[in-house]
């Protein structure tokens, strides 16, 4: 493989920031960390260095920081939380 094509591959393969043990226990950055409910499609939003999910089962809120290479997590507290847990519904509303 090239070195070109590397760096594309690796661009493409999102890193996990979840804790080591995390990890070995199969969560990821797109996986609730809260009811960790398996077969549950979260909602995102976002790409490049920045990814929002939100657990329609909980309502969990996350974000993946790729520019600080770690995932934040989104109080409910926050004065827009509703707003952005309501626009990703509303985009992700055929699957729900």
Known sequence: MTDKKQGSQKEED????????????GLTNETCFRCQSEGIKVL???DKEAVIYLCPECEHMWGVN???EK??????ELPHYQEVA???????????
Do not use: F, W
């Open 44 to 46: 995102k939003a976002g």
């Open 86 to 96: 309501k626009k990703l519904r509303e985009q992700y509303q055929d699957i729900l």
């Open 14 to 25: 999102e890193q996990n920031y979840r804790p080591p043990d995390l990890k070995e226990e």
């Open 66 to 68: 790729h520019n600080k």
């Open 71 to 76: 995932i934040e997590e989104i109080p409910k």
